[in-house]
């Protein structure tokens, strides 16, 4: 499996299973995770829901200084991705991360920034 004229220290073993499971891995999906993820005002939203567990579209407006319908959009967009999940109360629908595995995304990148800031 190894390139003939590659000179690494990797065996053709180690590869074979590298191969294997990045095969295995539905790439298409995770890419599309991060497309979605690829927008300010989303990434903005995802972690707003992480410094506060649940807002409604009017708070997620604020946040963002979008309109309501703008932000609507995006909330919608992260819940047909299954970023976000919905919980109505009477007249309000609150939005909060589908679950802890988008917590932790949302967090990671975020330190990951801000050590890259720190870095400059």
Do not use: W
């Amino acid at each position: 499996m190894k390139l003939t004229n590659c000179t690494s220290e990797i065996t053709d073993e180690q590869l074979t299973h590298i191969h294997k499971q990045v095969s295995q891995t539905e790439t298409p999906s995770v890419t599309q995770l991060f497309k979605v993820l690829a927008d300010p005002t989303r990434v903005k939203i995802a972690q707003a829901l992480t410094i506060e567990d649940e807002l409604c579209v009017c708070d997620v407006a604020a946040v963002t200084e979008t309109s309501v319908a703008t932000a609507s959009h995006h909330l919608r967009t992260l819940k047909q991705h299954g970023l976000t999940k919905t919980r109505k109360h009477g007249k309000n629908s609150y939005y909060s991360l589908d679950d802890h595995h988008v917590v932790q995304l949302i967090q990671v990148a975020v330190e990951h920034q801000h050590e890259q800031e720190a870095l400059s």
